[in-house]
């Protein structure tokens, strides 16, 4: 099983930016995915995550800016970003939990894709 992230770049602040997690050997209606990210110096943090009935969650950081949604037909999950921020800077991760629950505690997930880097900046 493998998760592929991509999608991150280099944008200005309040630019968009939409970032894609490719999947392989999953059936996402058995997973939870999530998305992380980490900045430099700082512990990797949940941002937001979607269950295999649809529900999600976000944590307040990026609640009403991010929009976290996923497409079974093409196994990919996606992080829709809008009014970027300086301080969204960093590597962005997909990954998937066996445990299906809304949950974005990093340590509740099993399987991590490479990350992505977002660099907002003026």
């Known amino acids: 099983v493998q998760l592929q992230a991509s999608g991150g770049g280099v944008v200005q602040p309040g630019d968009s930016l939409t970032l894609f997690c490719e999947t392989s050997?999953?059936?996402?209606?058995?997973?939870?995915f999530g998305w992380f990210r980490q900045a430099p110096g700082k512990d990797r943090e949940g941002l937001s995550c979607?269950?295999?009935?649809?529900?999600?969650y976000y944590t307040h950081s990026v609640k009403g800016r991010f929009t976290i949604s996923s497409d079974n037909a093409k196994n990919t999950v996606y992080l829709q970003m809008n009014s970027l921020k300086p301080e969204d800077t960093a590597v962005y991760y997909c990954?998937?939990?066996?445990?299906?629950?809304?949950?974005?505690?990093?340590?509740?997930?099993?399987?991590w894709g490479q990350g992505t880097l977002v660099t907002v900046s003026s």
């Open positions: 979607i269950t295999n009935d649809g529900s999600t």
């Open positions: 990954a998937a939990s066996t445990g299906r629950i809304a949950t974005i505690l990093v340590e509740m997930y099993d399987y």
């Open positions: 050997g999953f059936i996402l209606d058995y997973y939870a």
